[in-house]
């Protein structure tokens, strides 16, 4: 149990049309991240925001876009649907490391952790 | 640009024996962080395992080790007495420890234990 979660689990859309994922973080956790895995390969990064404000993007087109609130959940926007955006979309949830506090480094109590992911089939 | 290097076939373990996956990865960052995740069926990333770049021991988390080789830039999981439900994907991913903490995700190991 990861503490982080993601919904819906499951959706079909149309090509053309636009989608909304949304995620909790963990407790604690100012960091979300979120990737896109195409059937048999690794998950790709997309974008991470960090307090509100994007931190970083992978490259995907405009059509991805995104959002973080002050309670750190986030949402992934994809417009404009095509099939090839068929794929699980995973959040991640995690401290910025950059922003850990003085003495503090990554380990395996502060790391990165997923959700169950969104799996999204566009037809 | 960091790569992760995940090469090995599909594998079939006998349970309660160990196995041992590979993962090279390339990076100029000094000061980066590796992890392995597990996916089973269902889809959900699961963490297994943390190794830091200056960390002086090999990272060990229950069944699960790594065997960390800095020259060699290789970071290699050992699951020990391999069980039914250790079936799934395994990742292999790194990050740099400064800037964002994005994931570079190798392609995946494919393991399957059989009883």
């Known amino acids: 149990e990861t503490g982080v979660t993601q919904s819906p689990t499951h959706l079909i859309k149309t090509r053309g049309q636009q989608v909304t994922l949304r995620c909790s973080s963990q407790?604690?956790?100012?960091?979300v991240s979120w990737y896109q895995q195409a059937l048999g390969q690794g998950p790709q990064f997309i974008f991470q925001?960090?307090?509100?404000?994007?931190?970083g993007r992978g490259n995907f087109p405009p059509r991805f876009s995104g959002l973080q609130f002050p309670n750190y959940s986030s949402e992934l926007n994809v417009n404009a649907l095509e099939l090839d955006d068929s794929a699980l979309y995973l959040c991640a949830s995690s401290l910025s490391w950059g922003r850990l506090v003085d003495g503090q480094t990554p380990n395996s109590g502060n790391t990165i952790y997923f959700g169950e992911g969104s799996w999204l089939t566009v037809v | 640009a960091q790569k992760i290097t995940q090469t090995q076939p599909g594998m079939f373990v006998q349970e309660k024996e160990a196995v041992t996956l590979d993962c090279t990865y390339d990076t100029s960052d000094p000061s980066y962080g590796l992890f392995w995740y597990k996916q089973p069926s269902s889809g959900e990333m699961i963490f297994l395992i943390y190794q830091g770049s200056y960390d002086q021991q090999n990272a060990t988390e229950g069944r699960y080790s790594l065997n960390f080789q800095k020259a060699r830039k290789s970071a290699n999981l050992v699951i020990s007495a391999s069980q039914l439900g250790d079936s799934a994907m395994y990742f292999c991913?790194?990050?740099?420890?400064?800037?964002?903490?994005?994931?570079?995700f190798g392609k995946g190991n494919q393991v399957v234990v059989i009883p």
């Open positions: 407790s604690g956790h100012n960091t």
């Open positions: 991913a790194m990050s740099s420890l400064r800037g964002n903490n994005r994931l570079a």
């Open positions: 925001y960090y307090r509100e404000e994007e931190n």
